[in-house]
T-cell receptor, first 109, second 113 residues
Framework: GQQLNQSPQSMFIQEGEDVSMNCTSS?????WLWYKQDPGEGPVLLIA?????ELTSNGRLTAQFGITRKDSFLNISASIPSDVGIYFC?????????FGKGTKLTVNP | NAGVTQTPKFRILKIGQSMTLQCTQD?????MYWYRQDPGMGLKLIYY???????DKGEVPNGYNVSRSTTEDFPLRLELAAPSQTSVYFC????????????FGNGTRLTVT
């Protein structure tokens, strides 16, 4: 079946640092999504990417849909304490949505 | 708009007990989903529904049942709870048009002992 490899599994950074995480797959997807999950809450959509090569920003967040349609990355610039949480990528085709296992981000003030 | 609302937030069950996890959405979304989240394992799809009266199995349906009698509600039923069903359960909904992102509830944390 389709699987996503999300890395890194966890990150410990200092406030103000930039962060980069990515997802790769052996399968092609039509859509890439990035979600953030705060402790005790459900995932919330950060960015949706619908076109190969697309680069989209949402405030300090930037995500790209890989040109091969098999990967995506998410960058967070100038991290702040409230960036703490688990970040999930998800790849979608018309038939299926597959989630990565998440990147747990810890930001030290 | 409340979005997707799940109840209860927490529940402890004994092995063999049954319960229903409730999910309701007020966004008039056709598509609804149930996922379970285990530590370090991401989200696994249990069941989904593309509209009232229509449900289908996801990746991990064993031990669960669902029904969809209205657009708003999509309850998940555990008939004979097992320790392997200890998890956090998330309900989600989407418009289902093209590929539209999922909106998640805040989850139900279930422990089976």
């Amino acid at each position: 079946g389709q699987q996503l490899n999300q890395s890194p599994q966890s990150m410990f950074i200092q406030e103000g640092e930039d962060v980069s995480m990515n997802c790769t797959s052996s399968s092609i997807f039509n859509t890439w999504l990035w979600y953030k999950q705060d402790p005790g809450e459900g995932p919330v959509l950060l960015i949706a990417l619908y076109k190969a090569g697309e680069l989209t920003s949402n405030g300090r967040l930037t995500a790209q849909f890989g040109i091969t349609r098999k990967d995506s990355f998410l960058n967070i610039s100038a991290s702040i304490p409230s960036d703490v949480g688990i970040y999930f990528c998800a790849g979608a085709t018309l038939q299926k949505l597959v989630f990565g296992k998440g990147t747990k981000l810890t930001v030290n003030p | 708009n409340a979005g997707v609302t799940q109840t209860p937030k927490f529940r402890i069950l004994k092995i063999g007990q049954s319960m229903t996890l409730q999910c309701t959405q007020d966004m008039n979304h056709n598509y609804m989903y149930w996922y379970r989240q285990d530590p370090g394992m991401g989200l696994k799809l249990i069941y989904y529904s593309v509209g009232a009266g229509i449900t289908d199995k996801g990746e991990v349906p064993n031990g669960y049942n669902v029904s969809r009698s209205t657009t708003e509600d999509f309850p998940l039923r555990l008939e004979l709870a097992a320790p392997s069903q200890t998890s956090v359960y998330f309900c989600a909904s989407s418009t289902g048009q093209g590929f539209s992102p999922l909106h998640f509830g805040n989850g139900t944390r279930l422990t089976v002992t």
